[in-house]
C-alpha cells in the first residue's frame, strides 16, 4: 500500500523535472555526480476518514520530507522551486511550508538544506461485511404497557423496606417503601423475564406470575438468612 504512494509521488516527480533520479532513502550525498530528488517518508500523521454511505475507511496521513540535490546548486534550486509550485497546484498532495528542524539534519547527519514537506492520504477499505437476507416478513406487534405493583415480605411476613427490586430484561428498577411496597408503572403486559430482589447484601431472583387480578399486587417472600 505505501509503496504504492512511492511510486506516485515518483510518477510525479518525472513529470514535474523530468528523468532525474528520485531515492526514498533518508537525504544524505546524493546529488554530488548527479542531480536528484529525495522523496523521504518521515512519518504517519491522523486523518479523519472521509463520510461514506457503507463502512468508513481507515485513513492516515504520509508525510515526505522533499528534497533536491546537484554538483550546481542553481539547478537543485530549480528543481525544488518547480516540485513545490507543482505540489501546490496538486489537489492530492498538501504542502507543509517552514524551518525543518535542525536535529533532524543532524540525525541524517548531512547540512541543513532547502526543504519542504508534503502529505499524502493513504486509505484501506474495510470490508463488507455480507448481509444475510429476510426469507420471511417481518411481522411485528405491538405489546400492550400495564402497571406491575407488589410487596416484598421478610421472614415473618414483614415488610422489607428499601429493597431494590429490577427487571434486568427491561434495564428498570425501583426500591420499596417503608410498607415493602414497589411499583413499575409501565411494563409489558405479559412475561416479563426475571425479578430480581436485593435487600441487605442478599440477592433473590425470581420469575413472577402475576396475579389474575391486575390490582392485586405480586407478593414476593425474601428470606433473609442470618449474618
Do not use: C
Not at 504517519?44 to 546548486?73: I, M, N
Request: glycine share 8%.
Amino acid at each position: 500500500m505505501i509503496d504504492e504512494v512511492d511510486r506516485r509521488l515518483q510518477d510525479w516527480t518525472a513529470t514535474v523535472v523530468g528523468k532525474i533520479p528520485v531515492s526514498l532513502a533518508p537525504p544524505g550525498r546524493q546529488g554530488e555526480e548527479e542531480p536528484a530528488v529525495g522523496l523521504y517518508l518521515l512519518e504517519f500523521a491522523e486523518s479523519p476518514s472521509p463520510r461514506t454511505s457503507g463502512p468508513q475507511p481507515l485513513q492516515v496521513l504520509l508525510r515526505y520530507l522533499v528534497t533536491a540535490s546537484s554538483p550546481r546548486p542553481e539547478e537543485a534550486h530549480r528543481m525544488l522551486g518547480e516540485l513545490l509550485f507543482a505540489a501546490l497546484e496538486n489537489p492530492e498532495l498538501e504542502v507543509e511550508l517552514g524551518l525543518v528542524p535542525l536535529a533532524l539534519w543532524q540525525a541524517f547527519g548531512v547540512a541543513p538544506r532547502p526543504a519542504f514537506t508534503v502529505r499524502v492520504p493513504l486509505l484501506k477499505e474495510r470490508k463488507t461485511r455480507p448481509v444475510r437476507r429476510v426469507a420471511e416478513p417481518l411481522i411485528v406487534e405491538a405489546s400492550r404497557l400495564a402497571r406491575l405493583s407488589g410487596l416484598v415480605l421478610g421472614p415473618g411476613d414483614l415488610p422489607l423496606a428499601g429493597a431494590r427490586v429490577e427487571l434486568p430484561a427491561l434495564n428498570v428498577s425501583t426500591r420499596t417503601d417503608f410498607h415493602g411496597r414497589f411499583h413499575f408503572s409501565a411494563v409489558p403486559e405479559g412475561s416479563t423475564g426475571t425479578l430480581r430482589v436485593q435487600a441487605r447484601g442478599q440477592e433473590l431472583s425470581v420469575i413472577p406470575e402475576r396475579p389474575a387480578d391486575p390490582e392485586t399486587p405480586l407478593i414476593v417472600r425474601f428470606p433473609l438468612m442470618e449474618d
